[in-house]
């Protein structure tokens, strides 16, 4: 097993342990690996029911030996699919983002919609996206962002996974960020202009966000109560 598979597998092993509950937990790697219950149940050499009664909590809660053969199973099916998720791992930095860069990163052990992201930073959703749920976010200062972070970089600010919000602060109109979107594919899940309301909006964010298909909102929230509340929601 290469080191970035196994590192992986920890954190999602770990995750699923600690979670209040776990079968969600397991549910939300699932979705992000893109892998039905149907395959992952193949996979596992069980039948789909079994998959769903873990997810649901209708059976006990796995064991670690049960958890583990689930996030294996995962992690076979995307190297046989060329290991995208894997791979996108291993361009995670978690703690090499310097903090005038990166405000807050977060994985979260279960989806979260995105109306209720809005909705704990007070933002207004302008175009709304082709997915209503997400597994993380980030904060971003776009200026220290686009000047200093190769794209390789700027990919890595999606952390472990492309289904999350991505945050920007410092902005003007929301031009420069979302134009950077544009050259890194693929496109996170949610942005949100901070210091902005509507109206100061540049003309042709909402045309970029509906094109790429990810919702697009702003708000006004002073930054250190945004970021308190980032950091006290569940």
Do not use: C
């Amino acid at each position: 097993m290469t080191d970035s598979r196994a590192d992986l597998a920890r954190r999602m092993a770990g995750e699923v342990v600690l979670s209040d509950d776990p079968g969600t937990t397991l549910r939300k790697w699932r979705d992000d690996f893109g892998v039905s219950q149907t395959a992952l149940a193949q996979q596992l050499d069980v039948s789909p029911s079994v998959v769903s009664d873990y997810e649901s909590g209708r059976r006990q809660s796995p064991g670690i030996a049960v958890v583990r053969r689930i996030v294996e199973a995962l992690l076979d099916i995307d190297e046989a699919n060329g290991g995208e998720h894997i791979h996108r791992y291993t361009r995670v930095l978690s703690a090499g983002f310097e903090s005038d860069v990166v405000h807050d990163l977060r994985e979260y052990p279960t989806p979260t919609s995105i109306e209720e992201f809005h909705d704990t930073v007070e933002a207004t959703e302008l175009v709304e996206g082709d997915r209503t749920t997400i597994a993380g976010h980030t904060v971003i200062d776009s200026i220290e962002a686009i000047t200093r972070l190769s794209s390789e970089g700027f990919y890595r600010l999606y952390g472990q996974s492309t289904n999350r919000v991505l945050v920007f602060t410092n902005v003007t109109r929301g031009e420069s960020p979302l134009v950077a979107l544009r050259v890194v594919s693929p496109t996170p899940t949610a942005v949100v202009l901070h210091g902005l309301t509507p109206d100061k909006l540049w003309d042709h964010a909402t045309a970029l966000a509906a094109v790429d298909g990810y919702s697009l909102a702003v708000t006004a929230l002073e930054l250190d109560e945004m970021l308190e509340r980032l950091r006290l929601s569940p």
